[in-house]
């Protein structure tokens, strides 16, 4: 990856609470893990060494379980909370040493926060709600209230600006609390578990409304989440964190086909692989049978999805040779093959 392409780079990042952080990073150093320091000296390691970056223009989703150090990660990124050490690159420079007024001003410019309670002021309208952070920000009203009608438009709530929250269902607010943090045109939309508050349906046509508005505007979105459903709908890359650490980073096919331990093959135990495996991701070189095309033979693009060749699969005497688009030999799928990938997950 270019570093053009990288709009956050996080680089051996460690967060430590409590009041002998120092303590704690001595005693990491020397090789004793986060509950030894804890039993030893009440220091609690929020986040162990993480590195990483995000790339312009994705939805990058940081999963885990309760306690896994997530929600500490994106608090760190706007600084709401400080490093205990490492470093915070956002957009080629330095935010982990910035001053209070630098910081306000990366906070108000290049990063939006979303969060799951909506947090929406409730004696204020929509368009006000919309404008708060500009208002905050000393932006004239002419100009905040163009630039909320803009976002509210972006997520469907044209129509709705004189409304009050209590008017609107759980979703409305959710897009409301969406259309504040667009406001600001961040460079960097944050989103802690946004829509896990919102019944399935709901939830669901937000997680397309997501996805919509990154196809249509290329925005860089980091989203936390615990629900691997919604991780492999909306994700582009996956990073999962157990225990504070960074365990693995990948596509959702990547993390499906190689999961790193038993933590990350144990998020994706009961989900149905056929829905994001691909062709190519399956196919296996056999040597001895060298790939000779025949026309009577059918073929399979490496970009099928799994769940589209079960028939074809079924229905060949032969195993499927599979191609990619240039038409060059990626491997074969047998029944076999196919039933061990399923089986597997």
Do not use: W
Request: aromatic share 6%.
């Amino acid at each position: 990856m270019s570093h053009g392409d990288e709009i956050l780079s996080v680089n051996n990042i460690y967060k430590v609470f409590g009041s002998q952080p120092k303590l704690a990073m001595d005693m990491l150093k020397s090789g004793a893990d986060k509950n030894e320091i804890f039993t030893r000296t009440g220091q609690v390691v929020g986040v162990f060494d993480a590195s990483f970056s995000v790339k312009r223009g994705e939805i990058f989703v940081i999963m885990g379980l309760s306690g896994s150090g997530k929600s500490t990660m994106v608090r760190l990124f706007n600084r709401l909370i400080e490093p205990t050490s490492g470093t915070i690159h956002l957009n080629g420079k330095e935010i982990t040493g910035l001053s209070d007024d630098a910081l306000l001003d990366v906070r108000r410019k290049e990063m939006s926060m979303v969060f799951q309670s909506f947090a929406l002021m409730p004696h204020m309208t929509v368009i006000d709600n919309t404008a708060f952070g500009l208002e905050v920000s000393g932006v004239d009203e002419k100009e905040r209230h163009e630039r909320a009608r803009d976002a509210l438009k972006q997520v469907g709530l044209t129509g709705h600006e004189y409304s009050f929250p209590h008017q609107l269902s759980g979703g409305m607010q959710q897009r409301v609390g969406l259309a504040r943090a667009l406001a600001n045109d961040p460079s960097i939309l944050l989103m802690d578990e946004a829509f896990s508050a919102l019944d399935p349906l709901i939830r669901h046509e937000m997680q397309g409304e997501l996805i919509r508005l990154q196809a249509e505007q290329h925005r860089t979105i980091i989203f936390i989440s615990h629900d691997i459903e919604e991780a492999i709908r909306i994700g582009h890359r996956i990073a999962i964190m157990e225990g504070g650490q960074v365990v693995q980073i990948g596509t959702p096919q990547e993390l499906l086909c190689s999961p790193a331990n038993e933590y990350v093959r144990a998020f994706f135990k009961g989900f149905d692989a056929s829905k994001i495996l691909r062709a190519g991701d399956v196919a296996q070189i056999r040597v001895e049978h060298p790939f000779t095309h025949d026309a009577s033979r059918p073929t399979l693009q490496a970009d099928t999805p799994l769940q589209d060749i079960f028939h074809i699969i079924a229905d060949a005497p032969h195993p499927v040779a599979v191609l990619d688009k240039h038409g060059v030999f990626k491997g074969t799928i047998s029944k076999d093959v196919l039933l061990q990938t399923m089986s597997r997950h």
